[in-house]
């Protein structure tokens, strides 16, 4: 663990490496990256290993001094973060595996590359950080990483908007965090975790500035986890290459907030306000985001939405205390939604549309990756025994124990939701006629088939790691040592479990009927142009709800700061510029250079002062 900061260099030096010599290597500028990532995954495999027996492990250096005040940087390891590099690290090796063959061809394979080590360099930079500064480093730069990727495509109108858009959002979210940040520096005279726990444990920071801090560093985390509001980048973010929708939508940026969440745990739990404003916008953004997957065609952005759902039961879980069951469907979600990306991504690959009503009938000419998609729609449905059945259910009972009886019936609908348009997507894609243009279709290269078949694995075991089959339960390991972060393993009503699982395959049924066997027409709850089906297909609207209000506001405010600063600052700026050019040209004018004019000046000037001198007398 003492060396654990290697981990985040290599891939930084994939990027520089790359930046440098990428264009000499071309195609095998991939495996450059692969290499790289596939160490630090060791090495992160070899930390975990090391975390599960000792304790957290930090190491911090003086940073800057500035008065009495000393700022550090270093890094920690401790049960989440240790969790979380080995995550994040098989999430990336396994992408930049698939990119091999899926951007095969392209011109701008290396810097493709280097993007992919910056953003990877950044985001295992930002869960060993100590302290909420080196975090906010960080933050920032899986910013900028997710923009590059976002808007690779940089030639394509909508790229570049999703690349923008991606990044002005996220941009809103993080003005919260950093005020919340430096009021808790204000407050607790640190950046330090420990120290800022130390002084919430203690009664140190008054209840209302631990609501106020709380809910601003949930404003950085809405952004970055795309929390409704500010959730619309996300499903714009599919404008990237496939592998980077994997990228970004499994384990690695939208993730940052849920794991900004959970190592501020501390703080929420410090206020119940706090966290039943977590609960609420996760439960509402966990079923508004499953209602738009409902009706929507492109296969990336019902992946997308789902995405945002997911995140929605994530901070419902946190905001319900349940610490545990946020983190480990964290976890399970990592795996089964990076394996549904990559799967979509070889769809793709073979019939060369994202549209859904043109494939059909893909079961027997993409069987092996019919296989893996129907595990990864079976765990993210919350079928028995597979991961996110799990973890679902360890959510469930975390809303219910903490009382939030509303909440846990919008996450029982959102689950039904969930099952019916997943299975929607999987019976229009692989069941029926093919309707698609392409006639040659086959499955994907082995180096894309490699990284799905290992999600597949851990989309259907990773949920074990919760139950007492493994000697004890993850959830007791993460909250091992710390009181402040809650129970481990909660056993709830079992009836919880009962009800989940029916609710899922009643979903799954439904979808069946409507999309695989078709005895129920597919417009039975609102035809194609109806007043619900439009809301559902626009979003709600949300978009051209921002273009009507927020962003004129913002230009108006604009075009106000832009009046002052040409017409009043600017404006009061050359007029004393001419004041002062007008002098000098006056005085210029006196210095003629004529000794006779300096003369008559001077006896003038010595005449008006003999002329004051007698009418007062000498006073003056």
Not at 61 to 80: C, H, M, P, S, Y
Not at 476 to 504: F, K, Q, R, Y
């Amino acid at each position: 663990m003492e060396n654990a900061w290697i981990i985040p260099l290599l891939p930084l030096f994939s990027f520089l490496f790359l930046l440098l010599f990428g264009k000499r290597l071309r195609e095998s500028s991939a495996y450059v990256g692969i290499i790289l990532t596939l160490g630090s995954f060791i090495y992160s495999v070899l930390v975990l290993i090391e975390r599960l027996s000792e304790p957290t492990y930090k190491a911090e250096a003086n940073w800057l001094t500035i008065g009495d005040v000393q700022l550090t940087a270093g890094f920690e390891i401790n049960q989440l973060n240790a969790l979380m590099l080995v995550i994040v690290s098989l999430v990336s090796f396994l992408v930049h595996t698939y990119s091999k063959e899926y951007m095969r061809g392209d011109e701008r394979l290396p810097v493709f590359y280097a993007y992919l080590g910056l953003f990877t360099f950044a985001m295992l930079g930002l869960v060993i950080s100590p302290n909420l500064l080196q975090l906010y480093v960080f933050w920032e730069l899986v910013g900028l990483g997710s923009f590059l990727l976002i808007g690779f495509y940089f030639y394509k109108q909508e790229a570049k908007a999703a690349a923008k858009k991606a990044f002005i959002m996220t941009r809103i979210g993080d003005v919260g965090l950093f005020i919340g940040m430096m009021l808790l520096f204000w407050e607790a005279g640190s950046f330090e975790y420990d120290v800022i726990f130390t002084a919430v444990s203690a009664g140190s920071i008054s209840a209302s500035m631990i609501t106020v801090t709380a809910i601003l560093i949930f404003i950085g985390a809405m952004g970055k986890s795309g929390q409704f509001p500010l959730h619309t980048w996300l499903p714009d973010a599919m404008e990237g290459p496939t592998p980077v929708s994997a990228l970004i939508h499994a384990a690695t940026m939208v993730a940052a907030g849920v794991y900004l969440v959970a190592t501020m745990f501390p703080l929420f739990s410090a206020s119940e306000t706090a966290l039943t404003t977590v609960a609420i916008v996760g439960g509402i953004t966990a079923i508004f985001a499953a209602t738009i997957g409902l009706v929507q065609k492109d296969i990336k952005r019902i992946l997308a939405y789902s995405t945002v759902s997911q995140l929605g039961y994530m901070m419902l879980a946190l905001g319900s205390a349940g610490y545990v069951a946020g983190v480990f469907h964290l976890m399970t979600h990592a795996f089964f939604k990076a394996l549904l990306f990559l799967a979509a991504g070889s769809i793709i690959h073979a019939v060369s549309t994202q549209n859904i009503d043109e494939m059909g009938g893909l079961w027997k000419k993409l069987k092996f990756t019919g296989v893996l998609f129907l595990i990864g729609t079976m765990a993210i449905s919350g079928v028995p025994f597979l991961s996110g059945f799990f973890s679902k259910d360890e959510i469930l009972i975390a809303t219910w124990t903490h009382g939030n009886y509303v909440l846990f019936v919008i996450a029982l609908i959102t689950a039904f939701f969930t099952a019916f348009y997943m299975f929607r997507l999987f019976f229009l894609v692989f069941a029926g006629e093919y309707r698609g243009k392409v006639n040659h279709i086959h499955e994907s290269p082995t180096l894309m088939v490699f990284p799905i078949v290992i999600l597949g694995a851990l989309a259907i075991c990773s949920g074990y790691v919760n139950t007492p089959w493994f000697g004890t339960f993850l959830g007791d390991w993460l909250v091992e040592g710390n009181a402040a972060l809650g129970h481990g393993h909660i056993d709830g009503p079992s009836w919880i479990m009962i009800v989940a699982t029916l609710i899922s395959l009643g979903g799954i049924w439904l979808a069946y009927l409507m999309y695989g066997k078709k005895s129920i027409s597919r417009n039975a709850f609102g035809e194609e142009g109806s007043t619900v089906y439009n809301i559902l297909y626009n979003k709600y609207y949300v978009d051209e709800m921002y273009d009507y209000s927020i962003i004129p506001f913002t230009k108006g405010i604009a075009l106000l700061l832009t009046f002052i600063d040409k017409f009043l600052v600017e404006g009061l700026m050359n007029l004393v510029s001419s004041a002062v050019v007008s002098l000098g040209k006056l005085g210029s004018k006196l210095q003629s250079g004529q000794v006779q004019q300096y003369g008559a000046v001077v006896l003038i000037g010595l005449a008006v002062i003999l002329v004051i001198y007698a009418v007062t007398g000498g006073i003056l």
